[in-house]
C-alpha cells in the first residue's frame, strides 16, 4: 500500500489517457458518477478515422446503464442495423467463396452457416465521436496533451508528465490510448513484450463499391446482408454502408511473413496483389474484388495475442478497451468489449466514490479505495478479454481452414461453425447486469480484505450506486441525480 | 421413399448392430418404450474391457428420462465420484506439470485452474455393462452375429447379413458397433474415408499405482482428486480408482509420425519409453511416472475428426455413438453423448409407434415414419456430436501448448483456460429435456413433410410419449406403462 496510510478519503480525481471511442464513453460514465475527470489526448482533436465500427445489443446496453445519452449519441449519429434492407434480419452469413458447387449457376455460393441475434448497429468512428463528445462539458478533454510519464508521489497522488514538459495530477490513471498504450508500457515496462503489439500474419484491404455495381455482381439480397464468403487462407466481408449507398468491403489476407516496420501498421497495397492472392477463387469474389480502387490501403492486423498482459492494474493505474486487449476485428467486438470495459469502471468508481464518503470520518483512504477498484476491474474484466483476443484469431483460423480446397474434406470444414456460433453467442449475449453485480460484490471483497478495520465498507446489497439502482428494474429510466 | 407405398403401418421392429454400453443403455430405452428391439453383437459375450469411463450429471438424467433402471444399474456397478473424499468436490483441476516455480518447495506445481460442475461418477465398463445386461430379457440380445451386409428388401424391410451366413429381418438397423462400426461402411461405402477412423497423433500409456506409493509422490489430497499435469507436447491425468485403494494414471504423449498398422489401435510399450519422452518434465510426474509398471500398453488414439460422417442416417438405417462420431477422449464425454443419442432415439422411436398406432387406417407406413424419425435424429445430433469430436482434440491441443516450455510465454498458455471451461461447461449442462423437445418437434415437422395427406402425424404437444410426459414434472417418477 502506498501513500498517506492515516490521510482521511478524498472524492477521487481520475485522468483518462486517450479521447477515443472508448475513452469517451468512459468519461460519459464517470461523469454519470458525479466523478472528477480530466481527458488526455495526445492529437489535435478527437483522432478516430471515418472507419465503421458496429456494437451488439449488448453493448449498447452498457451504454444505456452508463448513461442513456450514450446510447443516444450513437443513434444520432446514424448507427443502423449492418443488415439494411430489414431491421429485423441480424444474421451474420458465411458463405462458400472459393468453390462452385454448382455448373449450371455459376453465381451460386454453397450458404455454409448463418447466426443471428447479435443486434449489430454500424456507424462511422468519427461520426459517433463528434455526437459522444457533444455531451463531454468544455475543459474536461485537454488536447496535444502526449503522455510521457506516470510518477508516483510520496502522498500516493500521480504526476502524468507530457512530451510538451507540461504536467498533471491525479489520483487514479486510466489508459485508453489503444493498442500503442503509453500507460501499458508504464505498467509494464517499455522493454515486456506485453508492451509491443504482436503481428496476427493477417492483412486487411478495405474498399467502398457503390451499390448498383455491387449488385450486378452479388445480386439485390446478398449485396444488402452481411457476407462473409470463406475459402483456403482468406475471406472477404461486405456489408452495406451509407444508407445502402454503397458496399463497404474487406479482404482478409494471410502472411506468413514478417511486417517489416512495426511502428506503421498500414503501407501502400493495390487491388492486383489481392486479385493474385486469390487466383482460383470464386467467380463471385473475384467480381466483387475487381469493382474495388486500384490502389488500396494494406492494414497489418495487430492484437495482443502472443503476449498478453499479465495484469490489467498496478496500484492507482489501469488500462481499459484496447490498452488492454487490442484485438484482430473477425469478431467485431474490440470495441464492444471496451464498452463492458467502461461500464466496469463506472461501476467501480461509483462505488469508490460512495466509499469515500461513507468513510469520511474513518480510516480508508481513496488511495486504498481506488487500488480496490481496480484489482477488482483486473478480475472481473482481464479473462474475457483476453478470451476474445484469442477467440478471434480462432475465428479466422476456422474461416481461412485449407480444407475448404478440398472437396473430400469440405464436411470437416463445416463442423466448424458449432463452434464459431457459441463463440459468438459469448459475445452477443453478454449479461450486464450481471456483470455489474459481480463488479460491486469484486470489490466490496477486495476492499474488506484491504481494510484494516473494516470500515469504509459498502457492500453491494446497500449500495446506492445509480448503475446498480437501475438494475433493479428501472434501466432505461432517467438515472437519478447525486444523492 | 422406399418401400411399399399403400401398405399400413405396423409396429416397428428395430434392430441394434452392438452390444456395447450405448447399444445396451438404448436397448433398456426401446424396451421402455414397448418397442420390439433385438441386439446384435459379433463377440461371444459382452466385449467391454475393464477400463474406466465416467458420466456427467447430464448424462446420468438421460438414463433416468429413458429407464430410471439404467441409472440405477450405474449405482449397482459402484460408480462414485472422481474425486473420492468429498462427493460434492467435483472439481476438475489443472496443474503445471512441467515447470518448476518454486525454487524452496520441489514438490509444488503452479494450480493453472479448476472447473467444477460436471458430476462425473466413474465406473468400470465391464461391471457397468453387466449391471445393465440383468435388466435385458432373454433372447433380446443374439451373440456371435457379425455383420456383413444390409440388403433392402423390395417391401423396404432390411436383411441383415452375418458372416456366419446367417441372417435378419427388420425394420430399421441402428449402428452402435463403436469406431470401426460395419454400419457406417455400409451407409458410406468402405472406400469413403470416413468408414475408417483416423489417427488422432496421440499415443496414450494407461496404468495403475497402489495409492500408498502415489500419495507418497503426490501428497494425499493430489492423489485423491482429479488432476491433469499439463505441458509441452503432452499430459498426464489421474484419479483414484478402487474405492481409493488405486490410482489410475493415464500419459498422453504427441506423435506426429504415422501408427503403423490401422487394424490395431494398441500396441505394446513400456515406462522407459514415456520416461524418455517426459524429460525435463517437473520431478512430481517424473515420480508418479516411475510408480507405473515396466511393460504398459500403448493405446493410438483414433476419432473421426478429420472425415466426419456426412449424415448419420440413409433410410431407415442409422448409427449412433461411436459408430457415429467416435473421439479422442479429452473431455471424458465420448460415452456421455452417446447415451444422449440414445435417449434421442428412444424418444423417436416411442414417437414412431405412436405414429403407426394412430395411422393404423390411414396412409402413413412404417417406413416413412421410421425415415422422418432418423433424419430427425440426424438433425438434432449431429452438430452438437461433431462439435465434441473437434472439440476433444483442441483441448488436447491446449493442454500440449508448446508455450508451457517458455516461460515469456506462461501468460498467453493460461489464457486458454476460459475455452476450455465453455467447452466443458457445454458438454456438462446438457438440457436433455430441451434436447427431448427439440427432438419431438424435429420428427413431427418431417413426418408432416413427408406425408401426403398429413395424417399419421402426432405433434409434440399432443404426444402420449412417456419420456415427453415425464419432463412436465414426473421425471423420476415410475414411468406409465403402454396406454
Redesign the interface.
Known sequence: MAGDETAHATEPRVAIVGGGIVGAILTLGLLRQNISVRVYERAGGFRELGAGMAFTAAARRCMTLMDPAIAEALRRCGAVSVSDDDSDDDYLRWIDGYNQHRADDPSYQKPLAQIGGNGFQGCRRDQFLEELSKNIPDGVIEFRKHLESIEEREDGRLVLRFVDGTTAESDAVIGCDGIKSRVRQHLMGRDH??SHPQYTHKVAYRGLVPMDRAVAVLGEWKAHNFHHHVGPGAHLTHYPVANGAALNVTVFLSDPGRWPDHTAMVAAGSRDEVVAALRGWHPVVLGLVRLLPHELVKWALFDL??????RYNAGRVCIAGDAAHASSPHHGAGACLGVEDALCLSTLLGQVRETVQVAAAGTTTTGRALEAAFEAFDAVRR??T??L???SRRACDLYHQPEWADP??W??AE??F??LR?RSY?IWHFDAGDMVRQTVAEYSRRLEASSCEGQGHVDGKGSHSSIVADLDGKAGMPLRGKH
Chains 1, 2 share one sequence.
Do not use: G, L, M, Y
Request: contains cysteine.
Open positions: 513484450a506485453a495475442a502472443e503476449f498478453p498482459v499479465p479473462t474475457r483476453q478470451w483476443v484469442n477467440s473430400t474434406r464436411i470437416k463442423t466448424c458449432e463452434e457459441d459469448k
